[in-house]
């Protein structure tokens, strides 16, 4: 096989820049090591060793209290563990459209129990799983809220997709990964620990400093800013220069570790923006933010540093925060690039699994160390185990970027890299880079590595930028563009592949979803008019608690779906404006209301023809291939 030819790399000048900062950044660090080493002998000569040491055991046992009672306050559980407007149908509908590239298997259920005996997972513990993961709710508060007979239709279709078999039944006390529930698995880490990776900090800021960066510190949170580089290419006809950089960082040592990758794209010529996070860099502070607090201040320090757009690059931790951002931001991502991403099949057991849960068994001492030092720190449990909704930090399909650039290691512990490689490749457009024997984070020790990935952003950012400055839109995200390549020494391949409009998470009719569909509205209005009918419709439909049971075709389920569907059918009709995705879901959770809540035929009767429910049952929908109609699970 013929490899295909490579993208573009630096130029001469972005060869000369980078080779600048790693100069700069080096004499930096020589400067910070000379200053602190300078300190350490001044102290020496002014305090004697004994009474140093004795003081510095004192301020370990003084510590161990502060320890302790960080560890309660991170501990506590907050008023919500659910993130705010949720929706468990739509998640649970969300996951079972990408069922076909994430296996439900009976090592799925193992892991997510565990390592439990599969004997002992019955029927019963699974739906209090599923009721936990989709609703972040008990399967009593599921039963109460009326959604149980869902989930128990989702069960029974995935257990006949599998063939898993399930005893009826329920195992008391058999536990399962609740990691929002669960006692904070942290062990203790001593005052020197924090001391060490202070000293991080230190050193990665005299570094930045020494290579040009400039540190800003708004509400208690820094970032790091590189200017353009004056030669960073031609400006646009609107004068300015292509998008910046936003660089997201993961766990760990914080920015220090990431400095090579940052170095090659700010060779690029472009501005840099890297925030540091201190509480998933072992770093003490009492702060722990949500990744959607992290989204919205990321956005709103580019906003204020003036720039609308960035190509975003996230690894690891650093790619929730993207995902995060895209979807509540989509405007400012001129690209999105995900390194050894999380973001990715959530729903799935190994990233909750050998990071929270299972003792570090990778085969590498090294990694095993740096694994268990990094997932069991205070700081790093609380951010994981403590308001992580994942729901909102998973990047579901209408979420991606047209330009998107993703690197996957075929050995990461962290995510089913295989899985995610089949979905991409199969359904999206992505620029695919794939090692099949890279760990979790080899990147940031394998130049090689980074200058392929460089490669193949500078060729992505130019065309994206290129289309922005001429006001072109973004490619549709169809069959036929996209780009796998292979980082482990096999050729480079061309995939077709595309993101099917079928993959909008809730099963639609056939009629919105192929390929081909051009489904709109008159205006934007419309399109949200008609989904906050169909939500508001979808919420009548249910019944609030137990006790309020209400009998399916209530009468005031009866007097608003019609109206709800009929203003869907308004929205439908028109063919000037693309409708939006959550316009999409909103009229599939329309459709699934009238089928759960056996209506009428008075909202059917408002539908478009190719909506119009046939036959529905009352607890689920399906779309069956060739007719546009629902039926039950």
Known sequence: MTAAAPPPALSREGLARRRALYARAAAGAALAIAAAAALALHAASRVAPAHALWA?????????????????????????????GHDGVAVALRFKGLRKYFAFSDRYLKLWFRDADKSLIRRGN????????????????????????????????????????????????????????????????????????????????AMLWAAGFRRHDV??????????????????????????????????GGVLP??????????????????????CSMRLTDDIPTVEDLAHAAHTFMAAMGHERAHIVGHSYGSLVASRLVQLHPDAAASLTLLDPVCFGMFMPPLLYNFLYARPC????????????????????ATFCRRFMWSDYNLWPEHL????????????????????????????RARVLFDPEARHGCLLMRPDRQARVLAEWLDMAAGADARAAAGAPAPA???????????????????????????????????????????????????????????????????????????????????????????????????????????????????????????????????????????????????????AHFEGW
Not at 57 to 79: C, G, I, T, Y
Not at 156 to 169: A, D, F, K, M
Not at 407 to 425: E, K, N, P, R, V
Request: aromatic fraction near 8%; include cysteine.
């Open 56 to 84: 510095w055991l004192a301020l370990e046992v003084a510590f161990v209290f502060v320890w302790v009672d960080k560890l309660h306050r991170f501990s506590a559980q907050p008023p919500e563990q659910q993130p705010s």
């Open 126 to 205: 699974v739906l209090e799983l599923l009721s936990y993961g989709f609703w972040y709710s008990t399967a009593d508060q599921v039963t109460a809220r009326g959604d149980m007979p869902f989930l128990d239709s989702l069960l029974s279709l995935l257990q006949s997709e599998t063939g898993i078999q399930l005893e009826e039944g329920y195992t008391p006390g058999l536990r399962y990964m609740s990691h929002l529930w669960d006692a904070l698995p942290a062990s203790y880490r001593p005052l020197v620990f924090y001391a060490f990776t202070e000293s991080l900090g230190a050193l990665t800021r």
């Open 219 to 252: 509400c208690g949170r820094g970032y790091y800013t590189l200017e353009a580089a004056p030669w960073s290419g031609p400006a646009s006809a609107g004068g300015q220069r292509g998008a910046p950089v936003l660089f997201l960082h993961g766990v760990g």
């Open 258 to 279: 990431y400095l090579g990758v940052i170095f090659n794209f700010a060779a690029s010529g472009r501005a840099i923006i890297a925030p540091e996070y201190r509480h």
């Open 362 to 381: 990778s085969g590498s001492l090294l990694q095993d160390l740096g694994m268990y030092l990094v997932s069991r720190e205070l700081h790093m449990t």
């Open 401 to 428: 970027p047209a330009n998107l650039l993703v690197m996957l290691s075929g050995q990461d512990l962290l995510s089913q890299a295989d899985d995610i490689l089949a979905w991409l490749t199969a359904e999206t």
């Open 477 to 627: 995200l169809r069959r036929g563009g996209a780009r796998r390549s292979s980082l482990g020494g096999v050729a480079p391949r061309r995939a077709s592949v595309s993101f099917k409009l079928e993959a909008q998470v809730l099963p639609l009719p056939r009629a919105l979803t192929s390929d081909s569909a051009s489904t709109s509205s008159d205006s934007e209005a419309e399109a949200r008019d008609a989904a906050a009918a169909a939500a508001a419709a979808r919420q009548a439909a249910r019944p609030r608690s137990a006790g309020a049971a209400a009998a399916p075709g209530g009468a005031a389920r009866e007097q608003l779906l019609p109206a709800a569907a009929a203003a869907a059918a308004a929205a439908l009709a028109g063919r000037k404006g693309q409708l939006g995705d959550s316009a999409s879901i909103d009229l599939g959770a329309l459709a699934f209301a009238r089928g759960y809540a056996g209506l009428g035929d008075g909202a059917a009767a408002a539908l478009p023809a190719g909506l119009a429910p046939g036959g529905a049952r009352r607890h689920g929908l399906a779309r069956r291939r060739g007719a």
